[in-house]
């Protein structure tokens, strides 16, 4: 039997409903702060990715789905998204129409990880780009943002971590600083971190090993060379989450995967979710676009990670979603009523009713069960005989009560019936 690929997952009809939600509360906190929702092909030009995220990064360098097409280009399933908008953004002028543009997406990626709990292959996020500010209060809105949805969602276990990497010049002094520090250290250090001492020494700061962890308690911190503005935005960032009663914690160790960050960086994370701990991180991206050959323009931005919010959701059960049941169940008692079925059923439908009947040429016990199995609030016997005379039964399945109504207050008077229909569910 061939199954679906390690690492990825059906989303079944009975997961759904998370989903649909997640999704609801994201589009409106997004399109409550004017965010636009922006959709980007699943596959790129690989050196996108290459020169975008870092060629020393563990995503370009080892997690990447990357393949010759049969025209004989390299193309990769994204891996994440800033690089995607960054893209569109240079390709499409967005940044001559409207000076800061702010964008926000929902989108599956793809990362050959090794899968566990909270780490998949194809995996989604909702996220946002700001481009054209370097104003800080948009540091703190990509903050706020995720953590507002994450609140609306019901989690509580959350703690949102912030740093600042200051001005790129800055950074380059203090990674002489770290060399020197680790000097005389690099024979103590894990391989991974011993490589990274020679390709990108701030990713050390990443490491899960511990002894690495130990040698770095004592590193010089990067934030004590902060420069002026990078200091003041910070400063502002932190009052605006005061303000906003978001507790946080200044980790200065937070120095995340990617290259492009500057300034401030973050992630929120949650207690309830395993080893797999962060739920969305971000940071500011001043020099991305230029990078990518547009023209120099300041970006900020966060990507959330929402198996893993679902993951939280569940565990901290903090999700209780309420399935839209089938508001009426139309059962056949005898085939004359056939001729009927499609055009009350469609009729009923278009007032946005969810309303199912029998495909199957069932008894009529067996429609009831159906009928009960999706928690229908009302039947609907649909007999010939009835019919003949013009009435049918309405069984509201919550109290028992049946009624009998006019078939003509569906085809000629369907507010009628739906105000019946109304009434009847509060009786
Ligand atoms: P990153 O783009 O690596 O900064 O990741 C942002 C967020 O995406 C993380 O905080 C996770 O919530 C989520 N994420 C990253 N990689 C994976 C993965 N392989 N599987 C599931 N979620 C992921």
Known sequence: MIKAITGTKDILPSDINKWLHL?????????????????TPIFEDTSLFARGIGEETDIVSKEMYTFIDRGGTSLTLKPEMTASVVRAFIEHSLGASQPLNKLFYISPMFRQERPQAGRFRQFHQFGAEALGSQSPLLDAEMIQLPYFIFKELGLKHLSVKINSLGETEIRDKYKKVLRDYLSDKIERLSPESKKRFETNILRIFDSKD???????????????????????????????????????????????GLDYYTQTTFEIVSSKVGSQSALCGGGRYDFLVEELGGKSTPGVGFASGIER?????????????????????????????????????????????????????RSMKAQMREANKFNANFVLFLGGEELERGLFTLKNMKSGKQDMIGINTIFENIKEFLEKLNAAKTT
């Open 23 to 39: 999704e609801e509360v994201v589009r409106k906190l997004f399109t409550c702060y004017n965010y636009k929702e922006i959709r």
């Open 210 to 256: 511990e002894t690495d962890i130990q040698l770095l308690k004592e590193a010089p911190k990067l934030i004590d060379y902060l420069d002026d503005k990078s200091r003041s935005n910070f400063e502002t960032v932190k009052q605006v989450l005061k303000d906003s009663g978001i507790p946080y914690e200044v980790d200065t160790q937070l120095v995340r």
């Open 309 to 361: 919010v679902l993951l939280a959701l569940e565990n901290e059960d903090a999700l209780s979603l309420p399935e839209r049941n089938v508001d009426i169940y139309i059962i056949r008692i005898d085939e004359t009523a056939s001729k009927y079925l499609h055009r009350i059923a469609n009729e009923l439908r278009n007032q946005n009713l969810v309303v199912d009947f029998d495909y199957l040429s």
